[in-house]
């Protein structure tokens, strides 16, 4: 567990870093940088989940798995977010994995256009949750 104080600044923290990782995200998909950006919009996902976890659970999982796990059992299970919420967080965990990581794996406009707003919405909607 950590002191209250600085619980608060690692949850500020990462909400920021949450803000600023969607900035870049879209700096990318204007220069046509669809694999980055990609990846980019999973962890401005990622750092706002792990900021509202930090917050409402005060928990530091070492693993990307560990923190949707967390998510799922602590916030979707409590209906702190509609379970589209959490399908769009898995699939975006997901498709970054195979980006990243799968060979011949290339994103398009059209693959990553529709995920920004999707981000976005995401990320607004977990924010919300910060008290």
Not at 1 to 19: A, C, D, P, Q
Not at 95 to 111: C, K, M
Request: hydrophobic share 40%; charged share 25%; glycine share 4%.
């Amino acid at each position: 567990m950590t002191t209250t104080g600085n619980r608060e600044n690692i949850v500020k923290f990462y909400v920021e870093r949450s803000l600023t990782t969607f900035t870049d995200a879209r700096i990318l998909a204007n220069n046509n940088r669809w694999d980055s950006c990609l990846n980019r919009l999973y962890y401005a996902c990622f750092y706002m989940v792990y900021a509202l976890l930090v917050q409402k659970i005060d928990v530091r999982a070492k693993t990307h798995s560990g923190i949707k796990t967390l998510f799922n059992e602590q916030i979707l299970m409590q209906g702190l977010v509609e379970k589209k919420s959490g399908t769009f967080y898995a699939s975006l965990m997901k498709r970054r994995n195979e980006n990243d990581y799968g060979d011949f794996e290339i994103s398009t406009a059209e693959d990553v256009l529709p995920l920004i707003s999707q981000a976005e919405a995401f990320i607004n909607t977990i924010q919300k949750l910060i008290l």
